[in-house]
């Protein structure tokens, strides 16, 4: 079976400061993996996705992650923080399974201290 | 701009009496899936439907059903709410079922239950 363990439940970065947020993934089968950003009372919205192409996969606002199949991970950077970054991120996984189940991680919420 | 919609977006129901959730896609996607997401956890998939056939999800209460009449509305009904059913529900569309499909997220309806 698949998983994705967050590390950190709440991270508080300065503004300017790097944003850097953990997922370490499980996985018997290589595996598809997304970062989603979501904001209060919204849904959930695509960061980016690692599809077996590049290892360093850029998304959207600044973000990236890269996967590193040697340490199962793919931890998600930007930078730069600024202050519209504040909000829930979940790293997710998803294996061929004759249908897309994605396993979601338990999430980390992101404080940007001005 | 293509979306995903759900009505309400609160919904205050009473212990034991069923509510109705709903949700629509412009983007003509094959597949609709519904989440729940209770406080500080991971979403969690209850069902989804590619096209017309339904799959449930081993875990989920036989208390919460699905409908989708047509492409474009899914409906979450559950029957006989608990105070344990008191969650985010959210609703996801993908173009298909591939394991590197990008799912689309509604707003989501967050239930009361008194």
């Known amino acids: 079976a698949q998983s994705v363990t967050q590390l950190g439940s709440h991270v508080s970065v300065s503004e300017g400061a790097l944003v850097l947020l953990r997922c370490n993934y499980s996985s018997s089968v290589p595996p598809y993996l997304f970062w989603y950003v979501q904001y209060p009372n919204q849904g959930l919205q695509l960061l980016l996705k690692?599809?077996?192409?590049?290892?360093l996969v850029k998304g959207i606002n600044g973000f990236e992650a890269e996967f590193k199949k040697s340490e199962t991970s793919f931890h998600l950077t930007k930078p730069s923080a600024h202050m519209s970054d504040a909000a829930e991120y979940f790293c997710a996984v998803s294996v061929s399974g004759g249908y897309q189940k994605v396993t979601f991680g338990t999430g980390t919420k992101l404080q940007v201290i001005p | 701009d293509a979306m995903v919609i759900q009505n309400p977006r609160y919904q205050v129901t009473q212990f034991g009496k069923p509510v109705t959730l709903s949700c629509s896609q412009t983007?003509?996607?094959?597949?609709m899936y519904w989440y729940q997401q209770k406080s500080s956890q991971a979403p969690k998939l209850l069902f989804h439907?590619?096209?017309?056939?339904?799959?449930n999800e081993a875990d989920t209460p036989d208390n919460f059903q699905s409908r989708r009449p047509n492409t474009s509305f899914c409906f979450l009904d559950i029957r006989s709410p608990g105070l344990g059913d008191a969650a985010m529900y959210l609703c996801a569309t993908s173009r298909v079922a591939g394991e590197a499909d990008t799912q689309y997220f509604g707003p989501g309806t967050r239930l009361t239950v008194l």
């Open positions: 439907y590619y096209d017309k056939d339904f799959n």
């Open positions: 690692y599809t077996s192409a590049a290892t």
């Open positions: 983007l003509n996607h094959n597949v």
